[in-house]
């Protein structure tokens, strides 16, 4: 049992703000939208990102639509610095996307930064310095008087530097770190501090960024305290206010939606809600909380299965599978009232009337998904689990997007034949499904493929067979390149087929072991995605049928 606590936690005192308003406020729009995925996220990182990941990583974000995104902190960190300047001297930053910088207040390290931005378009420099009791008691040593001085003086050092260079729109962004736990007459004298010595005003636009830093009170807390900072802010109209939740208590997301609410105009945060310790805001979260509200967040989520493997390629970070919206299994209903229910609302759904679907708050087409119900069966019962038999009885390992399609597909078998499903009969639907599409694909079958070199890289020769009888059938041919045979099948079956994941398995042990590769498919305009297997003892021969399988379950598909 734990310990009483009262002796040891102490809560943070609530605000006094009696005609507070935010209760009484509804969102209307969504806010600016800052990611710091490439600055706060990579920080928190096992292994932070490389030049290669942080480019692919920060052209996805452009994709989406964010306007402003951290690209790093180039004062402490080479890397950093270099990638800074590749995106700048490389003009890869369109023109309405502003990058943000940022450094603590030391003269050296803010030099290096403005050195790093020189050149660009517009920017952010973003300075923070940590101002709540323990961090002025304990780790500096510091009274207010002193902190407000130090502000003053490093963010005058800032004007003056970039005022140097007026080819560039130089915006100031502060953080008073700890904002959340500290008082809030000292977090507004710090913040008026900045204000003034950076003039902000029509011509010099200025961020007041107000970090949970680490998470310390409820939600509504504040709320509280960001309605009173709205309140109280020097030169508020020349001023955006913003916030950075973190996560410590579980309740960023919340956090954000009520600052919203009490008068910020800005939030920042990560994609999928990486950062120290319980992480940042859940951007992911927040704008399609905003957009199941009738809000347009202005940040595009229509594939959001392509942006999350994205993602975790670039941060080796798993998505959980119940993560909100898009984890793998959370459009997915293990309960049979659950299954019901859903059922009964998809019948009678009207497209143009508003979504009304019982137990699913979006509609998963709006953002590339589709509802998959998964057979559980108790293996303990002796019925097995669709996997479990599978991997027992055939040695197929099935990644788990894979097991939800399948799944779906031997429930829809069950039903119509309102009996159990032996291990066989689960077999020979598995074969029927992704490893004999090929033979039924238009009128055409498979009848082998042939390789060559090609300037562009790997090419491909595909042959087909009009599949009626084989006798004296029309053979066709097909031609592709790309930088590999899984890139030159697509190619050679001429649609715009992507590849989101491939993998391949091993199917028993020695010389005669059969390959087993696996590809999971999307077509631009067909909700979700498809697998195609491929069987054959050249792994290369079993992905090039993995393709043609995953292109041939596409309805209307055409080779």
Not at 143 to 171: C, N, S, Y
Not at 280 to 288: G, K, M, P, R, Y
Not at 339 to 363: C, E, H, M, N
Request: glycine share 8%; hydrophobic share 40%; aromatic share 8%.
């Amino acid at each position: 049992m734990l310990a009483n606590p009262s002796h040891k936690y102490r809560p943070y005192p609530v605000v006094d703000l009696p005609d507070r308003e935010w209760p009484s406020r509804k969102l209307t729009q969504a806010p600016l939208w800052l990611s710091t995925d490439l600055r706060d996220g990579n920080q928190a990182l096992f292994e932070p990102m490389n030049r290669e990941r942080k480019l692919r990583l920060f052209q996805e974000l452009v994709r989406i639509g964010f306007k402003e995104i951290e690209v790093g902190f180039p004062s402490a960190s080479q890397t950093d610095f270099d990638i800074v300047r590749y995106l700048i001297d490389g003009q890869l930053i369109p023109q309405d996307v502003t990058p943000m910088v940022i450094t603590q207040l030391r003269e050296d390290l803010i030099e290096t930064t403005v050195r790093s931005a020189v050149g660009a378009r517009r920017v952010i420099v973003h300075l923070y310095n940590a101002i709540a009791p323990a961090f002025r008691e304990i780790v500096f040593g510091l009274e207010v008087p002193q902190i407000i001085a130090m502000v003053e003086h490093h963010v005058g050092l800032l004007k003056r530097l970039t005022d140097q260079h007026p080819e560039t729109e130089w915006v100031l962004q502060y953080s008073p770190e700890t904002f959340c736990m500290a008082e809030l007459e000292v977090s507004l004298a710090v913040c008026n501090a900045a204000i003034g010595a950076w003039d902000a005003g029509p011509v010099r636009p200025m961020i007041v960024n107000l970090p949970t830093t680490v998470e310390v009170t409820t939600a509504n807390v504040f709320a509280d305290q960001i309605e009173w900072m709205s309140r109280h802010l020097a030169r508020r109209e020349h001023i955006v206010l913003s916030v950075h939740p973190h996560n410590d208590r579980g309740t960023g997301v919340a956090c954000a939606e009520q600052a919203l609410l009490a008068g910020a105009q800005r939030v920042e945060g990560c994609l999928f809600g990486n950062g120290e310790r319980s992480g940042n805001l859940d951007v992911v979260t927040l704008a399609l909380n905003l957009y199941t509200q009738g809000i347009a967040p202005g940040l595009d989520f229509s594939d959001i299965a392509a942006v999350a493997r994205i993602a975790e390629e670039c941060t080796a970070l798993p998505i959980h599978p119940r993560h909100p919206y898009v984890g793998d299994l959370v459009f997915t209903a293990f309960s049979g009232s659950h299954q019901d229910a859903i059922a009964k609302g998809f019948a009678a759904q009207k497209s143009d009337a508003p979504w009304r679907v019982p137990y699913l708050p979006v509609d998963p087409q709006d953002l590339g998904r589709t509802y998959d119900s998964i057979v559980r069966v108790n293996s303990q019962s002796g019925k097995g689990g669709i996997a479990f038999l599978l991997q027992r009885d055939r040695g197929i390992v099935m990644p788990r997007r894979m097991q939800i399609e399948f799944s779906a597909i031997v429930q829809g078998l069950a039903d119509s034949s309102e009996t159990e499903l032996s291990s066989q009969q689960i077999w020979n639907l598995f074969e029927a499904t992704y490893l004999q599409a090929h033979a039924v694909a238009t009128g055409l079958r498979y009848a082998g493929h042939s390789l060559f070199d090609s300037a562009q890289g790997q090419g491909i020769e595909l042959h087909w067979m009009a599949a009626d009888n084989g006798q004296g059938g029309q053979r066709q041919s097909s031609w592709g390149t790309g930088n590999g045979p899984i890139a030159a099948t697509v190619a050679a079956l001429k649609l715009p087929l992507r590849i989101d994941s491939y993998e391949e398995r091993s199917l028993g042990q020695g010389a005669d072991a059969s390959a087993l590769a696996i590809v999971e498919a999307v077509l631009p305009g067909v909700p979700g995605s498809r697998f195609g297997v491929g069987k054959h003892a050249n792994i290369i021969t079993a992905s090039v049928l993995a393709v043609i399988n995953a292109a041939a379950r596409f309805e209307d598909t055409v080779v």
